[in-house]
């Protein structure tokens, strides 16, 4: 038996993206024991995985926080004896902490992320437009190298069990005929997020169709009070913002018939629960490695221009100050979609 510790912090969506890959490692071996080091708030992706792996939260903000923190933390983990360290993180507060483990005599590796050909597919000028490696395939990569091969399979972490409706019925009621939408219309930058006046026009669409039950997702004061004003003009729509935890969005997100989402976290956390998704994308592009697990590009709603892609995760400035690859994209486009799959 060895024991594996496998690293990665952040983001939300990214740790999602390692959820088919440690389940896959997992099932081929069966005999080792793997942990996996994260933000705490980040638990609830591992709670369904085969029973050996185990999940550890860091404190990053207080405990863990800084060279002292990273020591402290350490000093916690080295206690394990771990045989191999899998970095799918590669920064500073993960490389360190494999440093400290190469030097006791644990076997590491650490992600390739690929910045160079990613610099290529979004530079402005001469830009290289071809799809780069998956970051699940660069995740698998990390593995290989310590030794691992094993194939890819995964489908839901709910895959064998019953899930517990119960959890969500309070503020979803009961599914009946109707087909459950849920949409996730914002994200971290604004390169990535369909704009709100255009973002209404597809929500109004389903919210007045009496066979769709429409779940609004999202977080934060911001976001709540963009939803509220939008519940009091379509009463039909349900708001799930600040209602549920993440246990509760991902048993809600496995009895959705279609998410719509922004290439965002709710795209890959609706992955993870075999739920099919409409993915709108604007300055970033499929090509960059961050699809959902098992999603369809067919499914992705984008537009060509030359400019696209600009910014792998959608934070730089658009340099025409227009935002065509979001504009340009019409209610239409995305409605139809979404009906494509619903109906």
Sequence with gaps: MSRILIIRFSALGDVAM???VIYSLAKAFPMHEITVLSRE???PLFDKLPSNVRFIGADLSTKH???????????ELKTEKYDYIADLHSVLR????????????????????????????TRKNNKIFASLKSGFARYYDVFERLGFRFDLRFNSIFENEQVNLSEITTHTGEKTDEKWLGIAPFAK???????????????????????????LFGGGEYEKKIIDDWKKKYSAIVSMAGKLNMSQELVLMSQLDVMYSMDSANMHLASLVDT???????????YAGFMGWNQSTDNAVQIDLPCRPCSVYGQKPCFRKDYACLYQITPKQIIQQIENILF
């Design 18 to 20: 390692t959820v088919p």
């Design 41 to 43: 708030s980040f638990k």
């Design 65 to 75: 926080r800084g060279l002292g923190g990273l020591n402290v933390l350490y000093k």
């Design 94 to 121: 993960s490389r360190y902490l494999c440093l400290r483990f190469k030097l006791a005599g644990a076997a590491t590796a650490s992600i390739r992320k690929g910045r160079n050909e990613k610099k290529q597919l």
């Design 189 to 215: 930058h604004k390169g990535k997020i369909y704009p709100l006046e255009l973002q209404e026009k597809v929500i109004e669409h389903f919210a007045n169709n009496q066979r769709v039950k429409v779940f």
């Design 276 to 286: 099919k998704v409409v993915s709108l994308w604007g300055a970033t592009h499929p």
